[in-house]
């Protein structure tokens, strides 16, 4: 699976946008781009993932550029409970192969500010 | 539903001593996967079973073995526990290939 590449921290205010860049120059065509978060003590938490489409759901919006190799995962509305470590995975389409291995990074330490 | 339910939550061991950890995923998940967390490693890849098959491991020495049973729910055992062993490990579970992966809250083992 590819490497990804996060700035180590970032702060945001509370309430305005958090975006969280993420390089993966090395991406393949099959391989998607994942976001996880970890609360601190907390199991890692599913975000959104997506291949080369902009994605949408409920907690974020996923911004992939239009070569792949790089993506923006925004917090529309920051709140104090987004505090946490973002992590940026990319991983293989595994339909044919069945393997959940996830490779995490760093991360990024997002701290938001009141 | 319930998510994934990893037990015991705390747990002291002492060196050379063994451990079993339990995994019981999201039900209607057949993959499951555990992970190490270290200050200084990270996050860390363990194994990964679907269908009480391991289908794919990490880089981790033999004294770290897995088992699932037929209903899904999973074990890791850790045989002689060294003080490196300490550590929060994490079971994921995912319905099906290609489909994210919802963690527990881990099992948090300290090895005096």
């Known amino acids: 699976d590819a490497k990804t590449t996060q700035p180590p921290s970032m702060d945001c205010a509370e309430g305005r946008a958090a975006n969280l860049p993420c390089n993966h120059s090395t991406i393949s065509g099959n391989e998607y781009v994942y976001w996880y978060r970890q609360i601190h003590s907390q199991g890692p938490q599913y975000i959104i993932h997506?291949?080369?489409n902009n994605e949408t759901n409920e907690m974020a919006s996923l911004i992939i550029t239009e070569d792949r190799k790089s993506s923006t995962l925004i917090l529309p509305h920051a709140t104090l409970r987004d505090t946490a470590v973002y992590y940026c995975?990319?991983?293989?389409?595994?339909?044919?192969?069945?393997?959940?291995?996830?490779?995490f990074g760093t991360g990024t330490r997002l701290t938001i500010i009141p | 539903k319930a998510g994934v339910t990893q037990t015991p939550r705390y747990l002291i061991k002492t060196r050379g001593q063994q451990v079993t950890l339990s995994c019981s995923p999201i039900?209607?998940?057949?993959?499951v996967s555990w992970y190490q967390q270290t200050p200084g490693q990270g996050l860390q890849f363990l194994f990964e079973?679907?269908?009480?098959?391991?289908?794919n491991k990490g880089n981790f020495p033999g004294r770290f073995s897995g088992r699932q049973f037929s209903n899904s729910r999973s074990e890791m055992n850790v045989s002689t526990l060294e003080l490196g062993d300490s550590a929060l490990y994490l079971c994921?579970?995912?319905?099906?290939?290609?489909?994210?992966?919802?963690f527990g809250q881990g099992t948090r083992l300290t090895v005096v």
């Open positions: 994921a579970s995912s319905q099906d290939v290609n489909t994210e992966a919802f």
């Open positions: 079973y679907f269908s009480e098959t391991q289908r």
């Open positions: 995975i990319v991983r293989v389409d595994r339909s044919n192969f069945g393997n959940e291995k996830l490779t």
């Open positions: 039900s209607g998940h057949r993959s």
């Open positions: 997506g291949l080369k």
